[in-house]
């Protein structure tokens, strides 16, 4: 647990001394802030959130594969990789120190669109529930997100291909969805089920479904575990 706390606490203080994470905060705080300007600006506005939590899928299907594109890809391209696996420190250690580190990364995006709840709370009387099962889902399905950049990032020590990679999967994930309506049956389902927008409709609608939490569980899980593997196959190369 100590290694991976030492290279979370590595990877996130680089993170953050360089222009890039602020400039990413900053572009999503402007998308947010213009996405919820707009969903309360119609004839019916409502006090809530969803204006920005929906098109946040898709800013985060763009910026997490560049919060975790240089992780792994970035090590091996300067050799750095093979001399941190030959320390005394686990593979897994490595994949959790890095993931633990873009999630900080992730949850600091959040942190400026709070003045945006406290925006309706000053001229409205939002429903607190939906707002935080909604943050609580948005930040499933970026831990989901971070996951796929994370995989991509060990597959290649290529940056750029890297994120690429990593977007290719996560817009199939994100809109994979879509193609049930031209199905029926047992496949509609899967695709549904596949699908990492649709487990966050219940975030959004204020529903906590315990499915939908063991969906993003499993399938961060499983996606750090290719990681892992993917890490133990270069000490046989």
């Known amino acids: 647990m100590k290694n991976t706390l030492s ?26 802030a213009y996405y919820f300007v707009t969903s309360i600006s119609g004839v019916l506005p409502e006090a809530t959130i969803r204006g920005y939590i929906f098109p946040s899928t898709f800013i985060f299907t ?14 091996q391209k300067m050799g750095t ?13 490595i994949v959790l120190g890095k993931f633990l580190a873009a999630m900080a990364s992730l949850l600091s995006l959040l942190v400026p ?12 009387t939002p429903d607190m529930g939906p707002i935080l099962s909604a943050y609580l889902g948005l930040v499933f399905f970026g831990m989901a997100a ?3 950049g994370l995989f991509a ?19 199939i994930l994100s809109i994979v969805d879509l193609t049930s309506s031209y199905a029926g049956g047992i496949f509609t389902e899967l695709v549904l089920q596949i699908s990492i927008t649709t487990h966050l409709e219940s975030f959004v609608r204020g529903v906590i ?13 499983f996606m750090l575990f290719l990681t892992v593997r993917s890490l133990e196959s270069r000490r046989w190369r």
């Open 146 to 148: 971070l996951s796929v």
């Open 7 to 32: 290279i979370a606490w590595k990877e996130t203080r680089t993170y953050f001394v360089s222009p890039m994470a602020y400039i990413i905060m900053a572009v999503y705080a402007g998308l947010a």
């Open 153 to 171: 990032s060990s597959l290649s020590g290529n940056q750029i291909v890297a994120a690429v990679l990593a977007m290719g999967i996560l817009l």
């Open 113 to 124: 669109t709070v003045y945006l709840v406290i925006l309706l709370t000053l001229f409205a």
């Open 209 to 221: 479904d315990t499915h939908d939490l063991i969906y993003y569980v499993i399938f961060t899980t």
């Open 81 to 93: 990789l093979e001399l941190l696996m030959t320390s005394p420190v686990r593979d897994y250690e």
């Open 62 to 75: 763009l910026l997490a594969p560049i919060i975790t594109m240089r992780l792994l890809a970035e090590e």
